[in-house]
């Protein structure tokens, strides 16, 4: 799609403006589909297997398309503003960029969140066998047919517990860096930057360690025998979702665009 097609799109009225900005990406699960833009511009733009197949020359090229008719609207956008893009230091502002991007990856809750990573990667390194185990036992009760039991809602219910773990634990910590970023940077006098971003950032990775949390808790009735690695998993969420409150105090309080408040943003 060229940029009068974005253009044309962006115009439609049924979109709420910046949906997109602060969900969580899960557009399988999202109920705003019918009212996002990026969705809309996706399904449009990569309506093939072949152009969401990462590894397939066609996902590049359509990737590519949209890069450029978004560079050509940004420039358009420059120019009428009375900015020239060529004129600004790229290297500079790469750099800077670099810098905070780092010290945004040290901030104690950036750091608290990478150990969870590590901990969910390693928890099912570990307990692979065990969940293959558990699999095993629910289609063997389920094949029994037994009255009473529902093998089958378990399975269900431990696979959705699984992804939403899977879906939210690199995502906090990405969301978090990013978060910190948009505090940094408020230091780089000529880098312009909006603390509420921090906040619907911050956010997003709240509401990633709730429900990631829920998650666990419901896993523990599901899997006792895992029940001390899971407590401490749930431990250090617990400490994360510390770490980013007091980080963020008014986080909780932002309003993003749809999921908040629809009325302000038709
Ligand atoms: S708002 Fe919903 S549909 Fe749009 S990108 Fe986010 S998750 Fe996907």
Same mark, same amino acid.
Request: net charge negative; glycine share 4%; hydrophobic share 40%.
């Given at each position: ?21 602060? !969900? ?11 009212? !996002? ?7 449009? =733009?990569? /309506? ?25 609207? *940004? ?7 009375? &900015? ?23 901030? #104690?809750?950036?750091? *608290? %969140? ?21 699999? /095993?036992?629910? =289609?063997?009760?389920?094949? +029994?047919?037994? #009255?009473?039991?529902? #093998? ?5 219910? &431990? ?17 978090? !860096? ?14 312009? !930057?909006?603390?509420?971003? +921090?906040?619907?950032? %911050?956010?997003? +990775?709240? &509401?990633?360690? =709730? ?17 001390? $690695?899971?407590?401490?998993?749930? %431990? ?9 409150? %007091? ?5 909780? $309080? ?13």
């Amino acid at each position: 799609m060229d940029k009068d097609g974005i253009r044309k799109l962006a115009e439609d009225p049924r979109f709420i403006s910046g949906i997109y900005n602060y !969900c969580d990406r899960w557009c399988e699960r999202c109920v705003f589909t019918s009212r !996002c833009m990026n969705y809309a511009l996706s399904e449009q =733009e990569f /309506d093939s297997p072949e152009s969401r197949d990462i590894r397939n020359q066609a996902f590049w090229d359509k990737l590519g398309g949209m890069l450029s008719a978004t560079l050509d609207m *940004a420039r358009e956008k420059a120019k009428e503003m009375g &900015i020239d893009l060529d004129a600004i230091d790229t290297a500079e502002i790469a750099q800077q960029t670099e810098r905070i991007h780092e010290m945004a990856k040290e901030q #104690p809750h950036s750091r *608290a %969140a990478m150990k969870y990573v590590g901990m969910v990667d390693d928890w099912f390194e570990t307990n692979r066998w065990l969940l293959e185990a558990k699999c /095993d036992e629910l =289609e063997s009760l389920a094949q +029994a047919d037994i #009255p009473g039991t529902s #093998p089958d809602d378990d399975a269900v219910r &431990i696979h959705d517990c699984i992804e939403v773990v899977r879906w939210y634990h690199h995502q906090i910590y990405v969301k978090l !860096c990013r978060a910190a970023s948009g505090t940094i940077c408020d230091e780089f006098e000529d880098l312009e !930057c909006i603390q509420k971003d +921090a906040d619907g950032s %911050a956010k997003v +990775a709240i &509401i990633g360690i =709730e429900r990631s949390a829920a998650a666990w808790a419901a896993l523990l009735s599901h899997l006792p025998d895992l029940e001390r $690695s899971i407590f401490h998993v749930l %431990a250090t969420l617990k400490h994360l979702l510390k770490q980013v409150d %007091a980080s963020f105090p008014n986080a909780r $309080s932002f309003l993003r665009p749809g999921f908040d408040k629809t009325d302000d943003f038709e």
